[in-house]
């Protein structure tokens, strides 16, 4: 945690300043809490950190098959998106080589997130970690007023379980969050699917009326999160670089209004 808490004005716009708060202490857990723990957590606060998540060989294995996935994303079965500053590979989690890549199948397949993810949708309602993304960051060139960096919380709701691999603070990437953010996010997000498309819906927050703070942490640090809290990545300065993976853990209920989505883009049924 950086920097002295502080709390939310109640001049905060669009926020309730009772619903949330700018308090890094709320969100951060020195020890690893049970699965239900951190799914309390993050129905009150939309974000919970746990730092050290991952460490010693672990976190080397992981490093060293981020490097082969960002090495081979040209040559295998994996959607790419390279970006100005972002290189940023979208493996499917049941595509996955696990016999090259053990330590991402193993962490992202575990029994400890699949608890996690249960406690928080119900058994049976959700796709464990169905897409795994690989991120690297570099430096930012010029302002960046559109997710990811702005704050805004997703169109396409998702449980993620994002990871650092590097050191990361505001100077390289960390990410920014507003704990408490995601039940006002989550109404309008769920107004606006019964009259809009997903991707027509309003997400981004005019940051001078809309706080944050930064989720900082060593390597191996580990953030769960609903996205319908306020969230976007810090900018990175010359010369560093932020190195992720997460993974995507939708509900049921959202894979199916994807779909819809979908089909009504293409004209299908």
């Known amino acids: 945690m950086n920097g002295s808490p502080s709390t939310v004005t109640a ?3 669009p926020f309730d300043a009772a619903s949330v708060s700018t308090d890094a202490r709320l969100i951060y857990r020195d020890v690893r809490p049970s699965p239900a ?4 957590a993050v129905r009150q606060w939309g974000i919970v950190v746990l730092p050290r998540f991952v460490d010693g060989a672990q976190l080397k294995q992981l490093n060293d098959e981020f490097d082969s996935l960002i090495n081979q994303r040209r040559s295998r079965d994996f959607g790419v998106d390279e970006f100005d500053n972002i290189v940023n590979v979208r493996v499917i989690r049941d595509r996955l080589d696990a ?4 330590q991402v199948a193993s962490l992202f397949g575990s029994e400890y997130m699949n608890q996690v993810a ?3 949708y119900g058994s049976g309602n959700y796709r464990l970690n169905g897409e795994i993304f690989v991120s690297e960051l570099s430096a930012t060139q010029g302002p960046q007023p559109n997710p990811p960096f702005a704050l805004h919380f997703d169109k396409r709701n998702v449980l993620k379980f994002f990871i650092y691999l590097s050191n990361t603070d505001e100077r390289n990437g960390a990410m920014r969050a507003l704990p408490g953010s995601h039940m006002r996010n989550r ?3 769920e107004h606006e699917m019964v009259g809009t498309t997903l991707q027509n819906i309003e997400n981004v927050f005019p940051e001078p009326l809309t706080p944050s703070i ?3 942490g060593s390597a191996g640090t580990m953030f769960v999160f609903d996205t319908d ?3 976007g990545a810090s900018t990175v300065e010359p010369g560093l670089t932020r190195r992720t993976m997460r993974g995507h853990t939708h509900s049921h209920a959202m894979l199916n209004a994807m779909a819809a989505d ?8």
């Open 11 to 13: 001049d905060t716009t």
């Open 37 to 40: 723990e951190i799914a309390d």
């Open 99 to 102: 016999t090259q890549f053990p």
């Open 118 to 120: 249960e406690n928080y």
């Open 187 to 189: 109404r309008v997000r």
């Open 214 to 216: 930064p989720i900082s």
């Open 229 to 231: 809290v306020c969230h």
């Open 262 to 269: 979908f089909r009504a883009a293409h004209g299908t049924h």
